[in-house]
């Protein structure tokens, strides 16, 4: 039995598969569905889990050299929202680039894990390095 970090099954299993170079995707719970990728919906209620929260337990046993979101995410967000998404991604280059270029890197990812957050465009592409 596991005793700490990811406990989900479906997650780990995505996880393992993330190799270099390989895409995940993190979005919220309002993200459309690509039949052609792997998702687990992991959203509970409004907010539980945040991508935030996702991204740290991700982050604990992966090495991410990039991340690409939406624009729209820091016009639609407040100063104090997007620092939250900045530290939660320090050390990470990120890309900023219009929505709809975003959704066309989906299809190309392992996987995508959705949450149940509210934040406009808190979706996030990582790139395993």
């Known amino acids: 039995m596991i005793n700490s970090g990811i406990l989900n ?19 919220d719970r309002g993200f459309p ?12 209620v409004d907010d539980v889990p945040a991508v935030l929260q996702v991204l740290a337990a991700v982050r604990a046993n992966h090495n991410f050299t990039q991340a690409c979101m939406a624009k729209e995410f820091q016009k639609n967000n407040t100063s104090a929202v997007c620092g939250k998404f900045a530290k ?22 392992i996987g995508l894990i959705r949450t149940g957050d509210t934040i406009q465009y808190a979706n996030m592409i990582l790139i395993s390095g």
């Open 9 to 27: 099954p479906q997650i780990l299993s995505l996880l393992a598969r993330v190799r270099h170079t390989n895409a995940l995707v993190i979005a």
């Open 33 to 44: 569905f690509w039949p052609q990728i792997e998702t687990v919906d992991i959203s509970l």
């Open 88 to 109: 939660g991604l320090q050390g990470i280059p990120t890309l900023f680039e219009p929505h709809l270029e975003f959704k066309k890197r989906v299809p190309g990812a």
